[in-house]
């Protein structure tokens, strides 16, 4: 299921088993952290929610996509 909203993408996350990741394009990136990449504001915003999943990101400009990977288990928050 492609991810369109900050509900999936914690579903997404909550469901990751420690060590996989979860990509997002910019384009979806930009969506759910506005304005996206790369904006300070936006970063410190997926910074935070990553850091609520039990997850770490890693911006990659040349594939154009930030990922998303689990290193915590049992994160995760209700929206």
Do not use: W
Not at 15 to 38: D, H, I, K
Not at 55 to 76: L, Y
Request: hydrophobic residues 40%; contains cysteine.
């Amino acid at each position: 299921m492609p991810i369109t909203s900050l509900e999936l993408l914690s579903e997404r996350l909550a469901n990751l088993p420690v060590g996989q990741r979860a990509a997002l394009p910019y384009s979806v990136y930009g969506l759910l952290f506005p304005p996206g990449e790369p904006d300070d504001d936006a970063r410190v915003a997926a910074f935070n929610f990553a850091r609520d999943h039990g997850c770490v990101i890693e911006i990659q400009p040349g594939a154009r996509q930030v990922v998303f990977t689990k290193r915590i288990v049992g994160h995760g928050r209700p929206f």
